[in-house]
C-alpha cells in the first residue's frame, strides 16, 4: 500500500535561516508524483513544489527546492532564508498509482514556526 | 479567475440533519476531488469524479454522497450527520492530465455536528 510520512509533528527556525522538513513515501510504483503543500493559519492550502520520479534534478521554486532521493523514498522540502510568513503547516502528497484518477495522499503535516 | 469556490465556509449541524457542501470551479478542469481535514491529521479522500457524470468512492466515503452534472459543479452531501463527520472539507481540482499539475484547492467549509 503507498503511504506518505511526516515524522516532525512541528519545527522551529530562526528567521532567515534554512529549515528541512522530512517527508518519506512508500510505494512500489515506477511512475509517481511528489508534491508539497502549504496550509496558512487561514486555512487554504497552497501549492508550493513537485517532484516527479523521473525527474532528475531537484525540483526548485524560489525559496522552496526538494531534496529527492529516490532510492532512500524520501522527498523533503527545503526552504531557504526563512520568513515570518512561512509559518504554517506543511503537507507532503504523493500521487497515487492508480492510472487516470490523479489521487493524491497526504502525510499527517508538519507545523512549522518560524522565530523573529 | 475565482477558481474553486465552496459554500458555506463554515456550518454547524444537528446530529441527523443533511445538508450539502457546495463546490464550482470556473477553471474548466475535469478533475475534483472532496477531502476531509480531522485536527491533526492529513487529508483523506471522500469522493473524486475525472468528469461530468462519472464520480466514485475514494477512502472514506461512508456517509457521503456526490453528484456531477456539470463539469463546473461538484457537491457533496452529508446524510444523517454524525460527530464523527466534524471536520474541515476541502474541495479540490487538477487541470490536464500530465503528472505535474497540482491541486487547486476551496477555502474549506468547517463542519460541525452536534
Known amino acids: 500500500a503507498q503511504k506518505i510520512t511526516q515524522t516532525q509533528p512541528g519545527m522551529f527556525v530562526q528567521e532567515k535561516e534554512a529549515v528541512t522538513l522530512d517527508c518519506t513515501y512508500d510505494t512500489s510504483d515506477q511512475s509517481y508524483g511528489l508534491f508539497w503543500y502549504k496550509q496558512p493559519s487561514s486555512g487554504e492550502m497552497i501549492f508550493l513544489i513537485y517532484?516527479?520520479?523521473?525527474?532528475?534534478q531537484n525540483a526548485t521554486e524560489g525559496r522552496y527546492s526538494l531534496n529527492f532521493q529516490k532510492a532512500r523514498k524520501s522527498a523533503n522540502l527545503v526552504i531557504s532564508a526563512s520568513q515570518l510568513g512561512d509559518s504554517a503547516m506543511y503537507f507532503c502528497a504523493m500521487r497515487e498509482a492508480t492510472s487516470g484518477t490523479y489521487k493524491y495522499i497526504f502525510g499527517t503535516g508538519t507545523r512549522l514556526k518560524v522565530l523573529a | 479567475n475565482a477558481g474553486v469556490t465552496q459554500t458555506p465556509k463554515f456550518r454547524i449541524l444537528k446530529i441527523g440533519q443533511s445538508m450539502t457542501l457546495q463546490c464550482a470551479q470556473d477553471m474548466n478542469h475535469n478533475y475534483m476531488y472532496w477531502y476531509r481535514q480531522d485536527p491533526g491529521m492529513g487529508l483523506k479522500l471522500i469522493y473524486y469524479?475525472?468528469?461530468?457524470?462519472?464520480?466514485d468512492k475514494g477512502e472514506v466515503p461512508n456517509g457521503y454522497n456526490v453528484s456531477r452534472s456539470t463539469t463546473e459543479d461538484f457537491p457533496l452531501r452529508l446524510e444523517l450527520a454524525a460527530p464523527s463527520q466534524t471536520s474541515v472539507y476541502f474541495c479540490?481540482?487538477?487541470?490536464?492530465?500530465?503528472?505535474?499539475?497540482?491541486?487547486?484547492f476551496g477555502s474549506g467549509t468547517r463542519l460541525t455536528v452536534v
Open positions: 469524479s475525472v468528469g461530468a457524470g462519472i464520480t
Open positions: 479540490a481540482s487538477r487541470a490536464g492530465t500530465g503528472g505535474a499539475y497540482g491541486y487547486t
Open positions: 517532484q516527479g520520479s523521473y525527474d532528475e
